[in-house]
């Protein structure tokens, strides 16, 4: 059953939390808590959540990326854990598995952003997706696990005067669920400033 909207320009984000530790109660899990603190600073519009914590597993991540998209209607969904190249690493796979297009810009400017800190981010397998039903559209991005590292690749980096140096992904976000038919999404420009055509921005009331 599809969630319902307070506002018709309510964001539903999915998030979800990939680990077989974190889902099997060996450590609690830090993706979700930070995802939830970034939104919670940075949106500057309605938006509700819903949040799993499942194993790596890959028929149950491409269950649960299918019900957050067909079943409860989320315009957006991000998933943190299992994108490195380990045996039990299958988020990419599973999200790929359920796409209907692949948006291969995000993960390039997600390895970007890490190579600032890191090598070994050469090493992520991070995409993003578009899921498509007859009737609805949903923008899949596959994130890294460390809170700091979700909030530098949503946010991007800035120098100290507050110069962007790199720009975070979540800047095209919004205009892209635009394109798929979703809510109209604004945020605080302090902490990530959206992207949009011209022709695209909304006029404030």
């Known amino acids: 059953m599809k969630k319902n909207r307070s506002h018709t320009d309510e964001l539903i984000i999915g998030l979800v939390s990939i680990s077989d530790r974190a889902s099997g109660g060996v450590y609690e899990?830090?993706?979700?808590?930070?995802?939830?603190?970034?939104?919670?600073?940075?949106?500057?519009?309605?938006?509700?959540?819903?949040?799993?914590?499942?194993?790596?597993?890959?028929?149950?991540?491409?269950?649960?990326?299918?019900?957050?998209?067909?079943?409860?209607?989320?315009d957006l969904v991000l998933t943190t854990g299992g994108t490195g190249p380990s045996r039990r690493d299958v988020t990419p796979e599973a999200t790929m598995a359920i796409a209907t297009k692949e948006m291969p810009g995000f993960g390039e400017q997600m390895r970007q952003i890490s190579l600032k800190f890191v090598p070994t981010a050469i090493l992520s397998r991070q995409i993003a997706v578009i899921r498509e039903t007859p009737d609805h559209a949903a923008l899949i991005m596959n994130l890294p696990g460390q809170p700091k590292s979700i909030r530098e690749t949503l946010e991007g980096l800035k120098d100290e005067s507050g110069k962007t140096i790199v720009s975070g992904i979540f800047a095209a976000v919004p205009y892209c669920i635009d394109l798929l038919g979703g809510p109209y999404i604004e945020t605080h420009e302090s902490i990530c400033k959206v992207f949009r055509p011209k022709s695209a921005i909304r006029a404030k009331n």
């Not at 830090?30 to 819903?50: K, N, T």
């Open 29 to 74: 899990d830090q993706g979700i808590p930070a995802l939830r603190d970034w939104f919670s600073h940075v949106m500057a519009s309605p938006w509700q959540m819903e949040t799993r914590l499942i194993p790596d597993e890959r028929p149950v991540i491409e269950k649960t990326l299918i019900e957050l998209v067909d079943d409860l209607g989320c």
